[in-house]
């Protein structure tokens, strides 16, 4: 007995409303907001950082990647070796999963529009963590250069007895 071949767009296709559904939920018209309580003991969808990353962003994210001469989106398949990365990855993730518990209808496109798109475009910028880096190349971050303030301007600021 033969197992008939898949099809690759019937799977593109299934890939996509298993990423969909996540979004959207049950088909079935939108509940009522949660109340407050309910929304923060909202389980995460992704367990870290890393799953978000690599089980939903690389795969809803869709970009020309620079390549040799070809200009497009620097990006560093060791995203997590870049602290700004991690730092701007990590708020993604988590405005991700509070917008999608407070905002069910909303929430998804203000995350894409206030948060992922200015991120993304300062991580894959011309001057961003990953502008040396390619999906085949990691290039190892450098730090900005920072000298000890002098203690006469940390005594001027608001917040001087706390230091």
């Avoid at 033969?2 to 018209?29: F, K, N, V, W, Y």
């Avoid at 961003?128 to 000890?148: A, D, I, M, W």
């Amino acid at each position: 007995m033969t197992t008939p071949a898949t099809d690759p767009a019937a799977e593109a296709i299934a890939d996509l409303s298993a990423l969909l559904g996540q979004l959207a939920g049950d088909p079935a018209p939108p509940a009522p907001e949660p109340p407050a309580d309910e929304q923060a003991a909202a389980e995460p969808v992704y367990r870290n950082v890393e799953a978000f990353v690599g089980d939903y962003l690389a795969h809803v994210v869709e970009r020309r990647l620079a390549s040799g001469p070809d200009s497009g989106l620097n990006w560093c398949p060791r995203w997590w070796a870049h602290p700004e990365a991690i730092s701007r990855l990590y708020a993604l993730w988590r405005a991700w999963e509070t917008l999608r518990v407070s905002d069910p209808q909303t929430g998804m496109s203000i995350w894409w529009r206030d948060h992922l798109d200015p991120h993304l475009a300062a991580l894959t910028a011309e001057y961003g963590p990953f502008n040396r880096c390619s999906p085949n190349k990691h290039t190892e971050p450098r730090p900005l250069p920072v000298k000890p303030a002098p203690p006469e301007v940390l005594a001027q600021l608001p917040d001087a007895d706390a230091v």
